[in-house]
């Protein structure tokens, strides 16, 4: 089995940059891809999907909005995910999880039934 520890949310003014990791202990080696993904806490909102990577290649996948100022990266070394988060919009207020997929799947990364393991979340608020 995999765990998942996700830190360094926190308050951040509009514009500003944070740095999520996500530490993997376990069975890492059955590692073969992990994804970011939000949750707004909001009545109704779902799990949307940040970026993913591909923890063998280092192949990095985004969703639209967040491609040019989220940056997803790995290392396999430490066994820690990170997403670098630059110029923050109070719309992305949420609770950031980080997992993992250890079983193999459709490839749908963006997906949350692509993941078998995730974190607990950490809280990012953006104020204006």
């Known amino acids: 089995q995999v765990q998942l520890v996700e830190s360094g949310g926190g308050l951040v003014q509009a514009g500003g940059s944070l740095r999520l990791s996500c530490a993997a202990s376990?069975?890492?080696?059955?590692?073969?891809?992990m994804g970011w993904f939000r949750q707004a806490q909001a009545p109704g909102k779902e799990r949307d999907f940040v970026?993913?990577?591909?923890?063998?290649?280092?192949?990095?996948y985004y969703a639209d909005s967040m491609k040019g100022s989220f940056t997803i990266s790995r290392d396999n070394a430490k066994n820690t995910l990170y997403l670098q988060m630059n110029s923050l919009k109070r719309e992305e207020t949420a609770v950031y999880f980080c997992?993992?997929?250890?079983?193999?799947?459709?490839?749908?990364?963006?997906?949350?039934?692509?993941?078998?393991?995730w974190g607990q979340g950490t809280q990012v608020t953006v104020s204006s």
């Open positions: 997992a993992a997929n250890t079983i193999g799947g459709t490839g749908d990364v963006a997906s949350v039934n692509e993941y078998d393991i």
């Open positions: 970026a993913a990577i591909s923890w063998s290649s280092g192949r990095s």
């Open positions: 376990g069975r890492t080696f059955r590692t073969l891809v």
